[in-house]
């Protein structure tokens, strides 16, 4: 079972920035594409951005566009998800995610081929 962990999140003003991190514990990260989630109370999970293994592949959603961006540092055996002009809509439980490294091409923010999940952290845009 690969061991995923989100950093704190916590709650930030709207126009501020966070970013989070995903450490991979116990397997070397860079054999798997990472995707970051998110769901937001009352709605369905969201694929918000998610990178290839080696960092040249990504994907962002429409909604987060220009305002987050997704790298990795493999030697630190970490994905980070860089958020900035954060808007009340961004509040939600934040999941990264490991797909399956038999899976290839474009990840996919559907979810679909990530099976290994971080246990969430809180991110709250609120003033």
């Known amino acids: 079972q690969l061991l995923l962990v989100e950093s704190e999140g916590g709650l930030v003003q709207p126009g501020g920035s966070l970013r989070l991190s995903c450490t991979a514990s116990g397997f070397t990260l860079d054999l798997y594409a990472i995707g970051w989630f998110r769901q937001a109370p009352g709605k369905e999970r969201e694929g918000v951005s998610c990178?290839?293994?080696?960092?040249?592949?990504?994907n962002y959603a429409d909604s987060v566009k220009g305002r987050f961006t997704i790298y990795r540092d493999n030697a630190k055996n970490t994905v980070y998800l860089q958020m900035n002009s954060l808007e009340p809509e961004d509040t939600a439980v934040y999941y990264c995610?490991?797909?399956?490294?038999?899976?290839?091409?474009?990840?996919?923010?559907?979810?679909?081929?990530?099976?290994?999940w971080g246990q969430g952290t809180q991110v709250t845009v609120s003033s």
């Open positions: 995610a490991a797909r399956s490294p038999r899976v290839f091409g474009l990840c996919a923010l559907s979810g679909s081929g990530f099976g290994s």
């Open positions: 990178i290839g293994r080696s960092g040249g592949s990504k």
